[in-house]
């Protein structure tokens, strides 16, 4: 008490809340800012605060309230989450978690880079309707997910070109801590050009035995 909060802010937040503490008394706005806390023992804890102006019954500024929670292991699980969505982005395949009526939760880089669209953009959207999904053969995949936990197979999708492409893709059911169905989450891979490629062989094999059978044709 009486010795100044600000002494207690970690060095490297200070200026920048003292910033922020500055523009709150000039628009007398509800404050909001988090920063790290320096304890006596020496650990830093992330706090929360929020503050608003107490005034007298003539208007005038008579004081300060604030309300500081501690959110430090909101921000470490924060921090946890941000580093496995950076290795999720690292990765080439498109992965998608979305609920069980079809809605996007979640889309790595790997499945904007894919699709074309950003994760805002496709956040919210049933997958079936953004990528042009054929419904019978979802309602169907979704049934032998819900009765075995897991579905893995080929799949035509559109790009935001509306290019068609082929993709071999792993669907997941994840549960909750009761057990209950609770999301979808699906890695795809992009097949198309191998796809093609089969087909190109397919059809030189064709034209092969084509050829095989007219030249015995042609020799009898």
């Not at 430090?72 to 946890?80: N, P, S």
């Not at 939760?105 to 699709?115: I, S």
């Not at 209950?180 to 397919?202: G, M, R, W």
């Amino acid at each position: 008490l009486g010795t100044g909060w600000l002494k207690a802010v970690h060095p490297d937040d200070q200026e920048g809340l003292f910033i922020s503490w500055n523009e709150f008394l000039q628009t007398e706005r509800d404050y909001y800012y988090e920063f790290r806390l320096v304890r006596p023992q020496g650990n830093i804890r992330w706090v929360e605060t929020h503050a608003t102006i107490m005034k007298s019954a003539d208007g005038e500024v008579i004081g300060y309230v604030s309300i500081g929670e501690d959110i430090t292991e909101r921000k470490q699980a924060i921090e946890t989450i941000q580093k496995q969505a950076t290795l999720l982005d690292i990765a080439s395949d498109a992965i998608i978690v979305r609920d069980l009526d079809q809605h996007i939760l979640y889309w790595n880089q790997g499945a904007e880079r894919l699709y074309g669209w950003s994760f805002a953009e496709a956040r919210g959207q049933r997958i079936d309707e953004l990528l042009r999904c054929d419904g019978e053969q979802l309602a169907a995949n979704i049934q032998i997910l819900l009765t075995q936990g897991k579905w893995q197979g080929e799949l035509q999708k559109q790009t935001i070109t509306g290019q068609p492409i082929t993709v071999s893709s792993r669907w997941t059911l994840v549960r909750d801590e009761a057990g209950h169905p609770n999301c979808i989450l699906s890695v795809a891979t992009d097949i198309t050009e191998k796809k093609n490629l089969e087909a190109q062989f397919y059809q030189a094999q064709r034209l092969e035995s084509l050829g095989t059978l007219a030249s015995g044709i042609a020799h009898d």
